[in-house]
């Protein structure tokens, strides 16, 4: 079975820090783009981070920039989302996503696979 799963999601107080996973299971992901995708309460789903699995590359919002790092662990096929700096506005439930598309993808709906999503909550 092909899926995502996150973990990491909680919640933290402004300025603190949490690192959300993403495993990824059930066909090769090395030739994929995997990316973070956040969606607040009433509000649309909007991207957050990106990383090519084969070059490493890395693409931010410019929301996220300077405090959030995307990262892949090859060994564990595993993208992890290091958060810091955490402000409210960054409350949302945080989705893990995945495609097959040439390039780096900032558009939920050129994503193939979707997690689950994990919560994360910044209180003031």
């Known amino acids: 079975q092909v899926q995502l799963v996150e973990s990491g999601g909680g919640l933290v107080q402004a300025g603190g820090s949490l690192r959300l996973s993403c495993a990824a299971s059930?066909?090769?992901?090395?030739?994929?783009?995997m990316g973070w995708f956040r969606q607040a309460p009433g509000k649309e789903r909007t991207f957050v981070a990106a990383?090519?699995?084969?070059?490493?590359?890395?693409y931010y919002a410019d929301s996220v920039k300077g405090r959030f790092t995307i990262s892949r662990d090859n060994a564990k096929n595993t993208v992890h989302l290091q958060m810091n700096s955490l402000k409210t506005e960054d409350t949302a439930v945080y989705y893990c996503?995945?495609?097959?598309?040439?390039?780096?993808?900032?558009?939920?709906?050129?994503?193939?696979?979707w997690g689950q999503g994990t919560q994360v909550t910044v209180s003031s």
């Open positions: 990383i090519s699995w084969s070059t490493g590359y890395t």
């Open positions: 996503a995945a495609n097959w598309r040439r390039g780096i993808r900032i558009v939920a709906n050129e994503y193939d696979l």
């Open positions: 059930g066909r090769t992901f090395t030739d994929a783009t």
